[in-house]
């Protein structure tokens, strides 16, 4: 098997036990050509979802390939439907990091408006002169404002839930139904997505990123949102059209972002939007603590060697694949 990052334990001790394993042990990512280079005649593959899992790679590893695993809850860095076609299972971490992404989203949602990081930067700057000022780093109120949430599914929810605790209305948009139990829970009233710009003082974005959310939000979404309003990112940061973001922000057709995904990760040195002071920047951490990543270090192992083991995977990307339809043969390991 091949995995293409160091991860924390339990996975690598708990898969050495049972596979023959290929590590790049190095922090950077794994080039293009390596991937295609390793992944050959491997029955296994746990990657991150830096690496792109497309149909070259997946014709490359041959017919010996039986399991994908991806540590990460996103599957949009693999070629599902291919993977399907070929009797590939691809499995995920499912909703490990719910709680951790939702924490770091309100995290974001303070820094952004309270002026956080901009404060903490004067004290240790030594630009704080003359102790309480009353019209120092005046920011917004998040208490009693408007949160829109642009896909209420697992993280949009736990993000709601924080939401109900600061007294905020909640509006959603995203799926193709009602979430009744955050209705009644929460108290979350679902608008059309115009409805949701106009509507929200903070927009938090929660969908997965696929052919209709890629640059969902441009130009023609910015300008219908309010000018006092601030828009959240934990998700994919290709749902935004960053260049668009970047004209919104100088216009000031919005107050401010707070970002934990970027287009392209890292970003560029000279994007702009590193220079902007109404701009919480963050590196792609949402799932970032210890506990959150060993578990999803554990479900990434269990599922693939569930999967080589002729057993139902704990969170599967493509479930349309019947455990008979599996093209395994024989069993991999005891």
Known sequence: MYITRPIL?????????????SLNSKAKPPSRKEILKEVQNKDAILCTLSDKIDAEVIDTAGS?????????????????????????????????LTESVADLTFGLILCVSRLI???????????????????LLLGSDVHGMTIGILGMGRIGSAVSRRAKGFDMDIIYNGGRSRNIMMEKEVGAKRVNLDGLLVKSDFLSLHCSLNKESYHLIDNSCLMKMKSSAYLINTARGQIICEKDLI????????????????????????????????VVQLPHIGSATVLTRRNMADVAARNLLNVLNMKCAIYSA????????????TQIWK
């Open 9 to 21: 334990d339990p996975a690598i001790p708990m898969l050495s036990k049972h596979c023959v394993i």
């Open 64 to 96: 010996s390939l039986k399991v994908i695993s991806s540590y990460s809850t996103g599957v949009d860095h693999i070629d599902v439907a291919y993977a399907t076609k070929r009797g590939i299972k691809v499995t995920t971490t499912g909703d490990i």
């Open 117 to 135: 990081t901009q404060g903490h930067e004067l004290v240790i700057g030594k630009r704080w002169k003359y102790g309480w000022d009353p019209n």
């Open 247 to 278: 004209s919104a922000l100088r216009k000031r057709w919005i107050a401010g972002v707070g970002l934990d995904v970027f287009e392209k990760e890292p970003p560029s040195s000279h994007n702009p939007l590193l220079r902007m002071k109404n």
């Open 318 to 329: 493509n479930p349309e694949m019947s455990d008979q339809s599996r093209r395994i043969g």
